[in-house]
């Protein structure tokens, strides 16, 4: 697989959609510290920390990972390349780490790219400080870089399996799009409070009185309750977007801290799309 | 005979189309094998079967004398190289950048061969263009240089003069004949192209839906061609009446047009038909070709 690896990596770095991935990320990176800058001159006394910029590349990194996998992978089944592996004698199973490989390091090095301007940015003095700990910035950065391997890996299960450069392509933008959606629709479904908050508000009655009406909180309809909500709470924590919005965003909210667990989740995950990426792709007609 | 590959009753099936139907083929060491069959008959679906990017449905081969079933398949398979349909190459990047990338995934330690596969299939002088911008007939060359990038001593070609110009099927063939004569390459080449692979092939495997009909050597072939004198006469009714009178073999193919069989006394057949008012326009003699032979063959096979 070592030679498999050597010739893939070449290609990689010689990929241009891969550079301007990189180049997309980093821009991002600076776009978000500038206004993070800005923000801090506009408003000096305002303490304005970069924690919510850390992560927030991490949520379009499925969209450009589903571009550069695409492309990476759909370029070999379009020009038949995958063809003179397999003939030379490089069995399937190896193909198929091999492009998981390469294709986690090119995530995990745009990913990479992202976070180093966002905390040189702050290292440096242009944006304020961290509010967070440096052992929990460590923490966080290292569960994310389990959870784009995670979502790296579902992309290169299903762009092994559509032999189609523009249809694997497709899917996979559109796959990360959904699960974009899906997180939020998961994320803030869990959200929801289980009473409503109670409040008053003034009316003014026949006679001319302010009258205080006051109205109790009553039971959300939209609260989720035993085993949907465990369903809910499962892919909450397991699917990548969903961490990545966990890790994200500072709710005071009643939902339970699981961001310890999210490395473990996200190995589960490389492991099961793996386990049947390989399985399908050992089975698949190659043309 | 030593055999670089030997199949045994190769059956794939998609759903209820069988493409192969019990194929059963021997690709002798050294030679030049020309697979031929017309569309659909399950050419490349063979190809594809050895070359592992398929599984049969039942049946197996034996490349180097390694089943296809037996975990070191891939290691004879190292000893091979394949063109499949269309040439295997990366589009974005030169002739020399595709030499080199092959060299990786073989784990060869060196680019040093590169430059000389460049030239045996002459694309040195292609530089910095990118194979997107290459003729039909580069591609093809270049996808052949790929295939031969690990040294292999068999070669398998499918189609590769489709859609070539003249030109470019000249190049093919001179290089394929190259490999064969000089390196001792054995060459498994499917074609449309009768007459082009009658002009390279030492063995033919005739394949039709799904199984080899006819498997032979091109001496074979050329005994069972017969030779036979076209002519073009005014009144081919008449013509039949004379040879079925001299009891020579013919066959009319139209009103004027009959191939006869044999090399009777011309001079007596002449006259024997200015009696019957029929004059004698042209003659020719004439081989039976590949082309006919397998019309006939792939004829007679439906039939059965």
Same mark, same amino acid.
């Given at each position: 697989m070592s030679k498999l690896l050597r010739a893939d990596f070449v290609r990689l770095f010689k990929s241009k959609i891969f550079w301007l991935a990189m180049i997309f990320m980093a821009g991002l990176a600076s776009f978000a510290s500038w206004t993070k800058w800005q923000d801090s001159q506009d408003f000096p006394d305002h303490y304005n920390p970069p924690d919510g910029i850390l992560l927030a590349g991490a949520g379009f990194i499925g969209i450009v990972m589903a571009v550069v996998i695409g492309v990476f992978i759909g370029t070999d089944y379009s020009n038949g390349t995958i063809r003179n592996k397999h003939v030379i004698g490089h069995s399937r199973t190896a193909m198929y780490f091999s492009n998981l490989i390469i294709c986690v390091t090119a995530a995990e090095m745009i990913h990479i790219a992202y976070l180093t301007i966002i905390i040189g940015a702050s290292v440096l003095g242009i944006t304020r400080e961290f509010e967070m700990s440096a052992g929990n910035i460590a923490a966080l950065l290292l569960t994310s870089v389990f959870t784009v391997a995670a979502l790296t890996s579902v992309?290169?299960?299903?762009?092994?399996?559509?032999?189609?450069?523009?249809?694997?392509?497709?899917?996979?933008?559109?796959?990360?799009?959904?699960?974009?959606?899906?997180?939020?629709?998961?994320?803030?479904?869990?959200?929801?409070?289980?009473?409503?908050?109670?409040?008053?508000?003034?009316?003014?009655?026949?006679?001319?009185?302010?009258?205080?009406?006051?109205?109790?909180?009553?039971?959300?309809?939209?609260?989720?309750?035993?085993?949907?909500?465990?369903?809910?709470?499962?892919?909450?924590?397991?699917?990548?977007n969903n961490q990545i919005m966990q890790m994200t965003e500072d709710y005071e909210d009643d939902l339970p801290d699981h961001t310890a667990y999210f490395p473990v989740y996200s190995l589960v995950l490389i492991a099961v799309t793996t386990g049947a990426g390989v399985l399908l792709f050992r089975r698949k007609d190659l043309k | 005979m030593e055999y670089v590959l030997k199949t045994n009753s190769l059956c794939k099936h998609y759903r209820h189309f069988k493409a192969l139907n019990g194929l059963t083929m021997n690709v002798p060491k050294g030679a030049i094998y020309g697979f031929v069959g017309k569309n659909g008959a399950g050419k490349t679906t063979l190809i594809r079967l050895i070359c592992g990017l398929q599984h049969p449905t039942s049946g197996d081969f034996e490349l180097y004398g390694i089943k296809n079933t037996d975990k070191t398949i891939s290691k004879s398979r190292r000893r091979m190289g394949a063109v499949v349909e269309t040439p295997s190459i990366y589009l974005d990047m030169t002739a020399e950048d595709n030499l080199k990338q092959q060299c990786c995934f073989l784990g060869v330690p060196s680019f040093?061969?590169?430059?000389?596969?460049?030239?045996?299939?002459?694309?040195?002088?292609?530089?910095?263009?990118?194979?997107?911008?290459?003729?039909?007939?580069?591609?093809?060359?270049? @996808?052949?240089?790929?295939?031969?990038?690990?040294?292999?001593?068999?070669?398998?070609?499918?189609?590769?003069?489709?859609?070539?110009?003249?030109?470019?099927?000249?190049?093919?063939?001179?290089?394929?004949?190259?490999?064969?004569?000089?390196?001792?390459?054995?060459?498994?080449?499917?074609?449309?192209?009768?007459?082009?692979?009658?002009?390279?092939?030492?063995?033919?495997?005739?394949?039709?839906?799904?199984?080899?009909?006819?498997?032979?050597?091109?001496?074979?072939?050329?005994?069972?061609?017969?030779?036979?004198?076209?002519?073009?006469?005014?009144?081919?009714?008449?013509?039949?009446?004379?040879?079925?009178?001299? @009891?020579?073999?013919?066959?009319?193919?139209?009103?004027?047009?009959?191939?006869?069989?044999?090399?009777?006394?011309?001079?007596?057949?002449?006259?024997?038909?200015?009696?019957?008012?029929?004059?004698?326009?042209?003659m020719e003699e004439r081989d039976e070709n590949l082309e006919s032979f397998y019309v006939n063959l792939v004829g007679g096979a439906e039939h059965e």
């Amino acid at each position: 697989m070592s030679k498999l690896l050597r010739a893939d990596f070449v290609r990689l770095f010689k990929s241009k959609i891969f550079w301007l991935a990189m180049i997309f990320m980093a821009g991002l990176a600076s776009f978000a510290s500038w206004t993070k800058w800005q923000d801090s001159q506009d408003f000096p006394d305002h303490y304005n920390p970069p924690d919510g910029i850390l992560l927030a590349g991490a949520g379009f990194i499925g969209i450009v990972m589903a571009v550069v996998i695409g492309v990476f992978i759909g370029t070999d089944y379009s020009n038949g390349t995958i063809r003179n592996k397999h003939v030379i004698g490089h069995s399937r199973t190896a193909m198929y780490f091999s492009n998981l490989i390469i294709c986690v390091t090119a995530a995990e090095m745009i990913h990479i790219a992202y976070l180093t301007i966002i905390i040189g940015a702050s290292v440096l003095g242009i944006t304020r400080e961290f509010e967070m700990s440096a052992g929990n910035i460590a923490a966080l950065l290292l569960t994310s870089v389990f959870t784009v391997a995670a979502l790296t890996s579902v992309f290169v299960l299903v762009s092994m399996l559509i032999s189609s450069r523009t249809a694997g392509s497709v899917t996979l933008i559109i796959l990360s799009l959904a699960l974009i959606i899906a997180a939020n629709t998961i994320h803030y479904r869990l959200l929801e409070k289980e009473y409503t908050k109670p409040y008053s508000y003034t009316i003014t009655n026949e006679y001319g009185e302010e009258v205080e009406i006051e109205q109790e909180s009553v039971k959300n309809p939209k609260y989720l309750m035993g085993t949907k909500r465990k369903i809910y709470q499962f892919f909450d924590d397991i699917l990548p977007n969903n961490q990545i919005m966990q890790m994200t965003e500072d709710y005071e909210d009643d939902l339970p801290d699981h961001t310890a667990y999210f490395p473990v989740y996200s190995l589960v995950l490389i492991a099961v799309t793996t386990g049947a990426g390989v399985l399908l792709f050992r089975r698949k007609d190659l043309k | 005979m030593e055999y670089v590959l030997k199949t045994n009753s190769l059956c794939k099936h998609y759903r209820h189309f069988k493409a192969l139907n019990g194929l059963t083929m021997n690709v002798p060491k050294g030679a030049i094998y020309g697979f031929v069959g017309k569309n659909g008959a399950g050419k490349t679906t063979l190809i594809r079967l050895i070359c592992g990017l398929q599984h049969p449905t039942s049946g197996d081969f034996e490349l180097y004398g390694i089943k296809n079933t037996d975990k070191t398949i891939s290691k004879s398979r190292r000893r091979m190289g394949a063109v499949v349909e269309t040439p295997s190459i990366y589009l974005d990047m030169t002739a020399e950048d595709n030499l080199k990338q092959q060299c990786c995934f073989l784990g060869v330690p060196s680019f040093d061969g590169v430059q000389d596969l460049l030239k045996l299939v002459g694309l040195e002088n292609t530089g910095k263009k990118k194979a997107k911008n290459f003729s039909l007939g580069m591609r093809q060359r270049l @996808g052949i240089a790929v295939a031969l990038c690990g040294n292999p001593d068999f070669l398998i070609l499918d189609e590769p003069i489709n859609g070539l110009d003249p030109q470019g099927i000249i190049e093919i063939r001179e290089l394929i004949l190259k490999l064969n004569r000089e390196q001792q390459i054995t060459v498994l080449i499917s074609s449309h192209i009768l007459d082009e692979l009658s002009r390279l092939a030492t063995h033919y495997g005739f394949i039709d839906s799904g199984r080899i009909i006819k498997e032979m050597s091109a001496e074979e072939l050329e005994a069972a061609c017969r030779k036979c004198v076209r002519m073009t006469v005014t009144d081919t009714k008449a013509l039949a009446r004379v040879l079925n009178g001299m @009891g020579i073999e013919y066959n009319i193919l139209d009103s004027t047009t009959a191939d006869v069989y044999a090399n009777p006394n011309f001079t007596k057949l002449t006259l024997a038909l200015a009696e019957e008012n029929c004059e004698v326009i042209t003659m020719e003699e004439r081989d039976e070709n590949l082309e006919s032979f397998y019309v006939n063959l792939v004829g007679g096979a439906e039939h059965e």
